[in-house]
């Protein structure tokens, strides 16, 4: 099996995308038959060369989770190097689909919360897309970092069973 390059993408890649490259990294080391580089990036040059946001860290750690991470930003590069791009919110989506080279570079695009077994017949561009955002939890509690790595965590299986299927995993 060939290896796939799965990519994370928020704002700053400090919060989400960073927590939802911890999980996936994690989770697939489960698959024997899975072999997936993870990384993740912003949309944002706000905290290029920093870590995670403390936060984040913390709670996908207590989780169990292990991972290392330097944000950086989403170049339309990316599209050459990745198999799939999934991002966190719809302004990620529209930013990540403007740099897009083809079509076929745009087809890699979807949101994370899209593989969510409750929310996978929402189509991105319908009235109901919001439903697929997983809310920036930025310098708010601890409470609303758990309730992003749940929406993650949900996501990643979902993710994960769609590989497997395809992929007779």
Known sequence: MSRLSVTMVCLGNICRSPMAAAVLSN???AFENLDIQVS???TSE???GQGPHPT???VWEKAGYQYDHVASQ???NDYFMH??????????YENVLSLAPSDDAREKVFYLRSFDPALKNIHPLSSDYFKLEVPDPYNQSEDAY?????MIESAVDGFIKHLTQDRGA
């Open 74 to 76: 989403f170049k339309s």
């Open 83 to 92: 198999d799939y791009i999934l991002v966190m919110d719809s302004s990620n």
């Open 27 to 29: 989770k697939v080391k």
């Open 40 to 42: 993740s990036s912003g």
């Open 56 to 58: 984040s860290k913390k």
């Open 46 to 48: 706000w905290h290029i």
């Open 146 to 150: 758990l309730r992003v790595l749940t």
